[in-house]
């Protein structure tokens, strides 16, 4: 059962560059949710999606973007770095809601 | 907006012992609250989920109870042990028009010495 994976799991980007983070999942979740983890602090939601097609924002949107179009995949896009975007980002998934949510083991990111 | 603090920040404790984590939220009107551990490097895995209408929840050593209308929650672990030792993150559910969304605490670091 591979559950929730993120690719890459580690990456350094310099000020300005773009990347997309993946997240693939198996379980025929309908929701995916991303978040970011700052050191010493709790997760907080930067996008969500109900669906194939449906996206929203969460509570820190800012510099991201998503999309889905596909059950499985919910890719998460930096499209201009900024250091303050330094994080551990998170994917999670679930079938319904509000149901537990399965996590991915995070994409560590460093913005130099 | 709903806050969560997780009380203590860090605690160390010898094998064996019985602990409590505590969780405090700020506004009562939730879904439900879930436990999770978190090991270094990982993602987070679910521990324990108690529904708004649940007082407690158990699985194994682990005990948690919800008092909503004082917006507490505690995690109990029975007999620690060394692979204990991880964070252990407290959130509480809210539902939103699409899905829910997961408030997190900053998280209890759990150190269980042998």
């Known amino acids: 059962n591979a559950g929730v994976t993120q690719t890459p799991k580690f990456r350094i980007l310099k000020i300005g560059q773009s990347m997309t983070l993946q997240c693939t999942q198996d379980m025929n979740h309908n929701y995916m949710y991303w978040y970011r983890q700052d050191p010493g602090m709790g997760l907080k939601l930067i996008y969500y999606s109900v669906g194939a097609g449906i996206t929203d924002k969460g509570e820190v949107p800012n510099g991201y973007n998503v999309s889905r179009s596909t059950t499985e995949d919910f890719p998460l896009r930096l499209e201009l770095a900024a250091p303050s975007q330094t994080s551990v980002y998170f994917c999670?998934?679930?079938?319904?809601?509000?149901?537990?949510?399965?996590f991915g083991d995070g994409t560590r990111l460093s913005i130099l | 907006k709903q806050e969560v603090t997780q009380i203590p920040a860090a605690l160390s404790v010898p094998e064996g012992e019985n602990l409590v984590l505590n969780c405090s939220f700020t506004?009562?009107?939730?879904?439900?609250l879930q436990w999770f551990r978190q090991d270094p490097g990982k993602g987070l895995t679910s521990l324990l989920l108690?529904?708004?209408?649940?007082r407690e929840q158990t699985s194994g050593r682990l005990n948690a109870s919800l008092d909503k209308s004082s917006g507490r929650s505690t995690l109990y672990i029975a007999a620690s042990q060394p692979g204990d030792s991880a964070t252990y993150l407290c959130a509480v559910a809210l539902l939103m028009e699409y899905g829910n969304k997961l408030v997190f605490g900053a998280g209890t670091i759990l150190r269980v010495k042998s």
């Open positions: 999670a998934s679930s079938y319904s809601q509000p149901v537990a949510q399965h």
């Open positions: 108690i529904q708004s209408s649940q």
């Open positions: 506004d009562s009107a939730i879904y439900n």
